[in-house]
């Protein structure tokens, strides 16, 4: 069974960066697409970032774009997003996912996400 474990979130004021890391078990993190998601309160879970399993090409939100940054280390098995400027806005459960394939289709679709994490908080303070 696939384990994924997100770590990081916290309380940070407006403007301020923060990491969050998502670590995942087994020994093919290499061919898994992996994606960020986030769920504010009282709001459907959004898409935030994806990145391919070589960690060659990258994808965002219209509403994170030049402030977030996936990026991965294979040799770890772990995913990043580094949040930069963050705002109130960005205030949510944060939730890591992997796809047990090669494929860069519908990456903001959680629907072909096969392994979630429980998810870690980020709030952002005014």
């Known amino acids: 069974q696939v384990q994924v474990v997100e770590s990081g979130g916290g309380l940070v004021q407006a403007g301020d960066s923060l990491r969050v890391s998502c670590a995942v078990s087994?020994?093919?993190?290499?061919?898994?697409?992996m994606g960020w998601f986030r769920r504010a309160p009282g709001k459907e879970r959004e898409f935030v970032a994806a990145?391919?399993?070589?960690?060659?090409?990258?994808y965002y939100s219209d509403s994170v774009k030049g402030r977030f940054t996936i990026s991965r280390d294979n040799a770890k098995n772990t995913v990043y997003l580094q949040m930069n400027s963050l705002k109130p806005e960005d205030t949510a459960v944060y939730y890591c996912?992997?796809?047990?394939?090669?494929?860069?289709?519908?990456?903001?679709?959680?629907?072909?996400?096969?392994?979630w994490g429980q998810g870690t908080q980020v709030t952002v303070s005014s």
């Open positions: 996912a992997a796809q047990n394939k090669k494929s860069l289709n519908g990456l903001g679709n959680p629907r072909v996400y096969d392994y």
């Open positions: 087994g020994r093919t993190f290499n061919s898994y697409t």
């Open positions: 990145i391919s399993w070589s960690g060659s090409s990258t």
